[in-house]
Antibody
Framework: QITLKESGPSLVQPTQTLTLTCTFS??????????VAWIRQPPGKALEWLAN???????YYSPSLKSRLTIFRDTSNNQVVLIMTNVDPVDTATYYC?????????????WGQGTLVTVSS | DIVMTQSPDSLPVSLGERATINCKSS????????????LAWYQHKPGQPPKLLIY???TRESGVPDRFTGSGSGTDFTLTISSLQADDVAVYYC??????????FGQGTKVEIK
């Protein structure tokens, strides 16, 4: 059974750095075709893809946020971490992580429940 | 970036009637390497994570009712709900994953009961 869970601060001050952790089980990030993605949804707005990391350690970022994002994996602890620098109130959103199974053509078949992050002073 | 544009933004449909959502990509999401369209559809209800309904444009995810059908190729795609049920009220998103560099979602279509 594949599960994912996001964790991190619920409140961050503007200009600070946000660190989010996705802890997963039921799959291996070392298996070919497997990855983890981060997606967010600001209140009342659409889903926005942020970043992917794959079994190969290849990493891809949203072009509009690339300068502020870093994604990396801790394979031994089954975790993927997303770091966002210099946050702004517009970064207030529910942040989700999801399982990628490209080998079976499924981009995001499993998601965490999401974590709401508010950026405010 | 590949831009995904959905229509309509809002779709009121009577129970038991057909709902049709369109999604257009600014570039083809058909990969010549395997002749597959890298286009997915999600259902998103408040307070829940999105749920994958369709991948490869027309392959239904396991457990998804057969009233949900995905179709299209290249740049034009459609999600059809053949007979709308009350449980189908949600926002629906298309997503391209053809570009390994950057994925993108459509802006969403809100399906509601007329």
């Amino acid at each position: 059974q594949i599960t994912l869970k996001e964790s991190g601060p619920s409140l961050v001050q503007p200009t600070q750095t946000l660190t989010l952790t996705c802890t997963f089980s039921g799959f291996s990030l070392s298996a070919r075709g497997v990855g983890v993605a981060w997606i967010r949804q600001p209140p009342g707005k659409a889903l926005e893809w942020l970043a992917n990391i794959y079994w190969s350690d290849d990493k891809y970022y949203s072009p509009s946020l690339k300068s502020r994002l870093t994604i990396f994996r801790d394979t031994s602890n089954n975790q993927v971490v997303l770091i966002m620098t210099n946050v702004d109130p517009v970064d207030t959103a529910t942040y989700y992580c999801g399982n990628i199974a490209l080998g079976r053509g499924r981009p995001l078949a499993f998601w965490g429940q999401g974590t709401l992050v508010t950026v405010s002073s | 970036d590949i831009v995904m544009t959905q229509s309509p933004d809002s779709l009121p449909v009577s129970l038991g009637e057909r709902a049709t959502i369109n999604c257009k990509s600014s570039q083809s999401v058909l990969r010549s390497s395997d002749n597959k369209n890298y286009l997915a559809w999600y259902q998103h209800k408040p307070g829940q994570p999105p749920k994958l309904l369709i991948y490869w444009a027309s392959t239904r995810e396991s457990g998804v009712p057969d009233r949900f059908t995905g179709s299209g190729s290249g740049t034009d795609f459609t999600l059809t709900i053949s007979s709308l049920q009350a449980d189908d009220v949600a926002v629906y998103y298309c997503q391209q994953y053809s570009s390994s560099i950057a994925w993108t979602f459509g802006q969403g279509t809100k399906v509601e009961i007329k």
